[in-house]
């Protein structure tokens, strides 16, 4: 079977058999006509928005081709919020732009708790104001729990904590404060995440 027909078939998945998603290894054996095809398929299922698989193909078959269609998509708000986040996460990985980080700060208040959780978990870790801000509100609001496991690893990445970065014994007090339902246990952690980054 060739590279090209097992990446139709994956359309014809469903459920389960969808989970990993259009992975890197669908494209890897594939030749730049069968990446080109693949590519143009792929575009023409973008439909009104696109999917976060969607995107994230486009951007495996040919990035550079990828980045100059989606990204004037993304600029001018023709796609879906769960496109937006990987198209951002996408463009950001090969060029590096801050002003990308606003469209997931935007997400992070969305309605939709999955777009909160996708924004916190693909949100590039660069410690801007606005992103710090932007983690920090959703750690004291957030209600669900995936949502709050991204926002929380996501604001320890972006200040460089892990459990081998810090005493185990801080690293763990700072983890459950940022869990902690009192709000001034949370705010404690960010003291103490400010002061480690001093």
Known sequence: MSAYQNF????SMHNKERLDGLS?????AMTQQERAMAFDYMLGRLGAGGTE????GLFRADPIRAAETIGPLLRDGKLSGEAQIAAAWNLYRSHRDDGLLSVFIHYMSSTDRRLRAKAAYYVPAVLTEELKLGLQGMIRTETEQLPRIHAVDKLLECY??????IEQSKYLSIY???HNED??????AFKQLDALYE
């Open 53 to 56: 698989e969607i995107i994230h």
């Open 176 to 178: 459950r404060d940022l």
């Open 183 to 188: 709000l001034k246990a949370k705010e404690r």
């Open 24 to 28: 890197e290894s669908y494209f890897t």
């Open 160 to 165: 460089g904590v892990t459990e081998e970065s």
């Open 8 to 11: 139709l078939d994956f359309f």
